[in-house]
């Protein structure tokens, strides 16, 4: 009987490559997202891990909220 997987584990099986982590700090001071501090500033908890991808997908999500 095959075991259920874990979501990352899952994911890593269908694309075949492991997404490296990095922590806010990292991420901040990466030179991809230098025109965007201070989105990640506001948008990631401190002392979680985020993938590239996701970064990108939070920053687009929050690009296209709704102005109150």
Known sequence: MARKSKAPEADQAVTGKVENKFSKEQLIASSRF???????????????????????????????GKVK
């Open 34 to 64: 230098r025109d965007r501090r201070d989105i990640l500033e506001a948008l990631l908890e401190t002392g979680e891990l985020y993938t590239v991808k996701a970064v990108e997908e939070k920053i687009e999500s929050y690009m296209k």
